[in-house]
């Protein structure tokens, strides 16, 4: 039965209390002081409200509010469940839900209201979150920045707003990094989860392909490379909100290997001695920025104090990246076509209304044959059966999250007008992040951890993936790696004080 907890006496009569105390808790921590009568849902989602007004204008990152229906929900009775009375926020992008419209960050589908509650959302709501509204992302999910012209500027790092916050949960990140909440909802296609967790200094977990429900409204997102997911400051909430959402919805049309147990469970037990293969060079063996390689070579070596077996990662020559990735861009055009063609419905295109880049993909996905869409899928397959085979000789690959530190705000506009350029040309997308859109095409899991920061304060996000279906494997390792090297400390240097400005 819910729980209702309208018209409680205020346990804060002095806000600044009540804020400090907010900010210093993982969403864990907060549901807990919610079960044990210590702070109430309002406090809490009054608190997110004050610190959305006080930091969003400086980071642009909550760009839908519905503070009467996150209102309305606590005083209807929240669910009991493991994050009861905690405020949360949805990408403006995906978890369709009647009351929360959304954007698609596209000045094209401003205001696009659903018929249906998504499945992903029905579960992220049974958990008890509080949500109040929706953050950025890039027009349609594409490109490892959030800067669509739907919100009029850039989603900016708190970390140094002069900086990507990353894309495309980028408001997310943004959000939760600036500590306006504890954990938000993302997605991931190509590293859209990882993408803004390394960026902000957060965790992003993108489990194995069909770990998480896509329905009712799809059986699967850019041909079940992308998948939904949170970003968050702490393992444990990711690993809760995991167990609450894992498992296929009704009709879909495979699942993942099946659990042995909770992904809160396997934070508790040893991962045992692994074979860990880390790369200070893309797979395709170019060079990394500097602090990425630290970041790497730091990450090894505790990993071999840990007792794991560690070596450096020597790639087979026919790996074939560069082609997945191609077959990758070819993929994610004609569903961004597709996007766009569903809202006009044979009408034509206001070319004002999108972004450089959705133009360039529709013109790019009309070059596209049925006979060369199904090729690019058999290239994204063909290529998860080679990275199978490199899990036959480690059980634990280690990089960076990106190539470099969190990019300058307009480095990546999306206003190009040519598609395989913006992805795959010198000096792009896939330069800047050469290796999680490699684990949405084998569908394997992978996590970026807080692990390191630059010498000038940006966070540089440390990568860990395994096998298909190990997710309990990857998230009893990242928790060894929690317990060792904790990050909570550094990121409230950050949150108590709010987003630094150059």
Same mark, same amino acid.
């Given at each position: 039965? &819910?729980?209702?907890?309208?018209?409680?006496?205020?346990?804060?009569?002095? #806000?600044?209390?009540?804020?400090?105390?907010?900010?210093?808790?993982?969403?864990?921590?907060?549901?807990?002081?919610?079960?044990?009568?210590?702070?109430?849902?309002?406090?809490?989602?009054?608190?997110?409200?004050?610190?959305?007004?006080?930091?969003?204008?400086?980071?642009?990152?909550?760009?839908?509010?519905?503070?009467?229906?996150?209102?309305?929900?606590?005083?209807?009775?929240?669910?009991?469940?493991?994050?009861?009375?905690?405020?949360?926020?949805?990408?403006?992008?995906?978890?369709?839900?009647?009351?929360?419209?959304?954007?698609?960050?596209?000045?094209?589908?401003?205001?696009?209201?659903?018929?249906?509650?998504?499945?992903?959302?029905?579960?992220?709501?049974?958990?008890?979150?509080?949500?109040?509204?929706?953050?950025?992302?890039?027009?349609?999910?594409?490109?490892?920045?959030?800067?669509?012209?739907?919100?009029?500027?850039?989603?900016?790092? &708190?970390?140094? +707003?002069?900086?990507?916050?990353?894309?495309?949960?980028?408001?997310?990140?943004?959000?939760?990094?600036?500590?306006?909440?504890?954990?938000?909802?993302?997605?991931?296609?190509?590293?859209?989860?990882?993408?803004?967790?390394?960026?902000?200094?957060?965790?992003?977990?993108?489990?194995?392909?069909?770990?998480? &429900?896509?329905?009712?409204?799809?059986?699967?997102?850019?041909?079940?490379?992308?998948?939904?997911?949170?970003?968050?400051?702490?393992?444990?909430?990711?690993?809760?909100?995991?167990?609450?959402?894992?498992?296929?919805?009704?009709?879909?049309?495979?699942?993942?290997?099946?659990?042995?147990?909770?992904?809160?469970?396997?934070?508790?037990?040893?991962?045992?001695?692994? #074979?860990?293969?880390?790369?200070? +060079?893309?797979?395709?063996?170019?060079?990394?920025?500097?602090?990425?390689?630290?970041?790497?070579?730091?990450?090894?070596?505790?990993?071999?104090?840990?007792?794991?077996?560690?070596?450096?990662?020597?790639?087979?020559?026919?790996?074939?990246?560069?082609?997945?990735?191609?077959?990758?861009?070819?993929?994610?055009?004609?569903?961004?076509?597709?996007?766009?063609?569903?809202?006009?419905?044979?009408?034509?295109?206001?070319?004002?209304?999108?972004?450089?880049?959705?133009?360039?993909?529709?013109?790019?996905?009309?070059?596209?044959?049925?006979?060369?869409?199904?090729?690019?899928?058999?290239?994204?397959?063909?290529?998860?059966?080679?990275?199978?085979?490199?899990?036959?000789?480690?059980?634990?690959?280690?990089?960076?999250?990106?190539? +470099?530190?969190?990019? &300058?705000?307009?480095?990546?506009?999306?206003?190009?007008?040519?598609?395989?350029?913006?992805?795959?040309?010198?000096?792009?997308?896939?330069?800047?992040?050469?290796?999680?859109?490699?684990?949405?095409?084998?569908?394997?899991?992978?996590?970026?951890?807080?692990?390191?920061?630059?010498?000038?304060?940006?966070?540089?996000?440390?990568?860990?993936?395994?096998?298909?279906?190990?997710?309990?494997?990857?998230?009893?390792?990242?928790?060894?790696?929690?317990?060792?090297?904790?990050?909570?400390?550094?990121?409230?240097?950050?949150?108590?004080?709010?987003?630094? +400005?150059?």
């Amino acid at each position: 039965m &819910p729980e209702i907890r309208h018209n409680t006496p205020p346990h804060y009569e002095d #806000r600044q209390t009540m804020k400090d105390t907010y900010l210093k808790q993982d969403a864990t921590g907060l549901a807990a002081m919610v079960a044990k009568g210590e702070v109430t849902p309002d406090e809490l989602l009054e608190t997110a409200l004050a610190l959305t007004e006080d930091r969003n204008q400086a980071l642009n990152a909550v760009v839908m509010r519905h503070d009467e229906v996150a209102r309305q929900a606590i005083r209807d009775g929240l669910p009991k469940g493991p994050f009861s009375g905690v405020p949360f926020l949805l990408k403006d992008l995906g978890a369709e839900a009647r009351a929360y419209p959304t954007n698609n960050g596209s000045r094209l589908m401003l205001g696009t209201k659903s018929a249906y509650d998504s499945e992903i959302f029905l579960r992220m709501q049974a958990t008890g979150v509080v949500t109040y509204g929706r953050t950025a992302s890039p027009e349609l999910g594409v490109g490892p920045v959030t800067e669509a012209q739907a919100y009029g500027g850039p989603t900016r790092n &708190p970390w140094n +707003t002069g900086h990507t916050s990353g894309g495309s949960s980028g408001g997310a990140g943004a959000a939760v990094a600036a500590g306006i909440v504890p954990m938000a909802h993302g997605s991931d296609g190509g590293g859209s989860v990882r993408i803004p967790a390394s960026s902000c200094g957060l965790v992003g977990f993108k489990p194995t392909r069909a770990r998480l &429900p896509d329905g009712p409204a799809a059986g699967e997102g850019w041909a079940g490379m992308a998948t939904d997911g949170v970003l968050s400051r702490s393992l444990r909430d990711t690993a809760a909100m995991l167990d609450a959402c894992t498992g296929p919805d009704l009709g879909a049309p495979y699942w993942a290997p099946p659990m042995q147990g909770t992904h809160l469970q396997a934070m508790q037990r040893d991962p045992g001695k692994l #074979r860990v293969r880390y790369a200070t +060079t893309t797979l395709s063996g170019v060079p990394l920025h500097p602090e990425c390689v630290a970041a790497v070579e730091k990450t090894a070596r505790l990993l071999a104090d840990l007792g794991h077996e560690v070596e450096a990662f020597r790639p087979a020559p026919d790996l074939g990246v560069e082609a997945m990735m191609l077959a990758w861009t070819q993929i994610v055009a004609c569903g961004t076509a597709l996007s766009v063609q569903s809202v006009l419905k044979g009408a034509p295109l206001d070319p004002t209304k999108v972004e450089g880049v959705t133009r360039a993909a529709i013109a790019y996905a009309a070059q596209i044959s049925g006979a060369d869409y199904l090729a690019a899928i058999e290239e994204v397959h063909g290529f998860g059966r080679r990275m199978a085979h490199v899990f036959l000789d480690c059980d634990v690959l280690l990089t960076p999250t990106l190539a +470099t530190p969190p990019a &300058p705000v307009g480095k990546y506009k999306p206003d190009f007008e040519d598609f395989v350029a913006y992805r795959n040309g010198p000096g792009s997308v896939f330069d800047y992040s050469p290796f999680t859109a490699i684990f949405n095409a084998s569908g394997q899991p992978a996590v970026t951890l807080p692990l390191h920061w630059s010498a000038d304060d940006l966070p540089v996000g440390v990568h860990l993936a395994t096998a298909f279906g190990e997710d309990e494997r990857l998230i009893s390792l990242s928790a060894q790696i929690e317990r060792a090297a904790p990050w909570a400390a550094k990121q409230l240097s950050l949150i108590e004080g709010g987003p630094r +400005t150059p």
